[in-house]
């Protein structure tokens, strides 16, 4: 009898050891992945621009990882960039009132720009836990494509505004004219 309970306590001990024992502590953050070659300029001639893109489908996924490399390219010449923030707080109640508070953030961006002789030089697909592909893009684009672009955008400002100085001097003129 005296073994029996000898025999069941050490059971319920091992038992506690063995529940106690496979909690398991709060993980860490886990590191995202990007392939070696992400965020790399390693060509003089070329401007690099990346793009990323997690879709159910891998050809959908590289379309939009290209367009996201395309959109990165279009903001090094020209980006329109709008904003708005709005804070709302409310309180409503007496004796126990309730604090309801919103922060919204918007912020729209708008490119354009022209390029020629664009490659696609790095690419690389994978299927994460959820059996999504996630593609990562690298695009090479000649650094005169860009620079070009660049001067485009400076002449036409310069044309716009040499022609609103001429209509501003124009202006004068006609009200010097009329006083006489």
């Known amino acids: 009898m005296k073994s029996l309970k000898f025999i069941?306590?050490?059971?319920?001990?091992?038992?506690?050891?063995?529940?106690c024992g496979k909690q398991a502590g709060p993980e860490g953050?886990?590191?995202?992945?990007?392939?070696?070659w992400?965020?790399?300029?390693?060509s003089p001639e070329y401007v690099q621009t990346f793009g990323m893109a997690t879709k159910v489908s891998q050809t959908v996924s590289y379309d939009a990882a290209y367009?996201?490399?395309?959109?990165?390219?279009?903001q090094y010449v020209e980006s329109y960039?709008?904003?708005m923030v709005k804070n709302y707080e409310e309180e409503a109640g007496v004796v126990d009132p309730t604090v309801t508070a919103l922060t919204s953030t918007v912020v729209k961006?708008?490119?354009?720009?022209?390029?020629?002789n664009v490659m696609?030089?790095?690419?690389?697909?994978i299927v994460d836990e959820n059996n999504r592909f996630k593609t990562f893009v690298r695009v090479n684009i000649p650094k005169e494509a860009v620079n070009k672009n660049l001067v485009d955008k400076i002449k036409k400002e310069e044309a716009l505004y040499n022609a609103f100085k001429s209509?501003?001097?124009?202006?004068?003129?006609?009200?010097?004219?009329?006083k006489y």
Do not use: C, H, R
């Open 29 to 36: 953050p886990k590191k995202v992945y990007y392939p070696d």
């Open 38 to 42: 992400w965020q790399m300029q390693d």
């Open 81 to 83: 960039v709008k904003g």
């Open 67 to 74: 367009a996201n490399a395309m959109l990165q390219a279009a």
């Open 120 to 125: 696609v030089t790095k690419q690389e697909t």
């Open 109 to 116: 961006v708008v490119s354009n720009a022209k390029f020629a």
């Open 8 to 19: 069941a306590i050490v059971m319920v001990v091992l038992l506690l050891i063995v529940a």
């Open 167 to 178: 209509s501003q001097a124009f202006d004068e003129l006609e009200k010097e004219v009329e």
